[in-house]
């Protein structure tokens, strides 16, 4: 009579002890796997923290290169092209944003020279630099102008002049911005005195603008040729193998074919690097 409450007994308490045992196995699973979870993504925000500026894009434009990779890979029946084309897919957003950063560079250059002299002319009558800076946004166009006038702005609501130095600096965004803005440093305890360190530095800006502009009209030419050259191989590809077909299966299927296909792609990619190098010089 007792054998069956016994045996019963005993396959109860088993099974609650293996399923206590079996839930504990999980728990510890799950924390091992939260744990890598968590190893992971401070993995990925160190790789998106230090990684190059042109990785990071949005997301669309990495689907559009994998299409690109897919795409190219379809045609050429070559993995190397494939890559290069994805690559540049990469690239070129990141190069239009160096050009727009670049014109806001040259057009910052190009006013900057104006609206320092105006501060210094109106900083050695009354050496107030709110007032200066609000003379110099209502008189120069935009972008410069605009970029006094909110440094005069932020002056007026009672923002720290450190902080406000510091965001016309960025706001200027080159070298003569950033003396500039040490200039003004120092004139809010040196006043007056620092009249002739202004008219220095609009003399260098002068100098700094004919050489741009000189560069500038020398390499636009070789520029422009350059980035036709890039963009040409693959529509002139789509042309040749509609008006001759044996293109396309000397390009895919034979080692020279690759080979031009190679340097194509690869030319493109270090125009990208070169332009960027000659630009800036």
Wanted: positive net charge; glycine residues 6%.
């Amino acid at each position: 009579m007792l054998l069956v409450p016994a045996v019963g007994l005993g396959v109860g308490l088993a099974a609650g002890a293996a399923t206590l045992l079996i839930v504990q196995e999980m728990r510890l699973r799950t924390q091992k796997l939260v744990a890598q979870r968590g190893e992971f993504f401070d993995w990925v925000e160190k790789l998106e923290r230090y990684a190059p500026k042109y990785l990071h894009l949005p997301r669309w434009v990495w689907l559009l290169g994998f299409l690109i990779f897919v795409v190219l890979f379809a045609l050429f029946r070559n993995p190397v092209p494939a890559v290069f084309g994805a690559l540049l897919c990469l690239l070129i957003p990141d190069q239009l944003a160096y050009r727009r950063r670049r014109n806001h560079r040259t057009a910052v250059l190009e006013q900057l020279a104006a609206a320092i002299r105006l501060f210094t002319a109106e900083y050695a009558v009354a050496p107030k630099i709110d007032r200066c800076l609000a003379v110099v946004g209502q008189k120069i166009p935009p972008p410069v102008g605009e970029i006094f006038k909110r440094a005069y702005v932020s002056l007026i609501c009672g923002k720290s002049p450190d902080e406000v130095f510091q965001q016309l600096a960025r706001d200027l965004d080159s070298p003569h911005g950033h003396v500039f803005v040490q200039l003004l440093r120092s004139a809010q305890t040196q006043g007056q005195t620092m009249v002739p360190l202004f008219h220095d530095l609009i003399s260098r800006i002068t100098v700094s603008q004919e050489l741009e502009k000189r560069n500038k009209e020398e390499i636009s030419g070789e520029r422009m040729v350059g980035m036709f050259l890039v963009v040409l191989p693959l529509p002139l590809y789509l042309v040749l193998q509609q008006w001759i077909p044996e293109v396309g299966v000397f390009l895919a299927d034979t080692v020279a074919g690759r080979f031009v296909v190679f340097l194509c792609f690869l030319s493109s990619i270090v125009w990208f690097f070169v332009d960027r190098v000659v630009s800036s010089t």
